[in-house]
């Protein structure tokens, strides 16, 4: 099992802005099952991308990286148009 959460937000802040990685079997229905996501949330809105039905391991792994990638590329950008 995985389960971490890392706070964005700076300490002592009333913000609530959040990481969630999650890895682990859960029961749906009486069935065990394995469940998989990233979360990210802030005050008003959360996102969750999770590994789907239809999604092989592999595949989860690899939007994971695109994720990754696009991150970078855009903290790249900010870090060059600072005004």
Do not use: P
Not at 39 to 51: C, G, H, P
Not at 55 to 65: G, L, N, V, Y
């Amino acid at each position: 099992m995985y389960n971490e959460r890392t706070w964005l937000n700076v300490h002592n802040s009333e913000l609530t802005e959040s990481i969630v990685a999650f890895e682990g079997s859960t029961t749906d229905n009486g069935r065990s099952t394995i469940k998989r996501f990233l979360e990210v949330a802030d005050n008003k809105n959360k996102i969750r991308l999770r590994q789907d039905y239809g999604d092989s391991r592999e595949h989860f792994i690899a939007k994971m990286k695109l994720l990754k990638n696009e991150l970078k590329i855009f903290i790249d950008h900010m870090e060059r148009t600072v005004s």
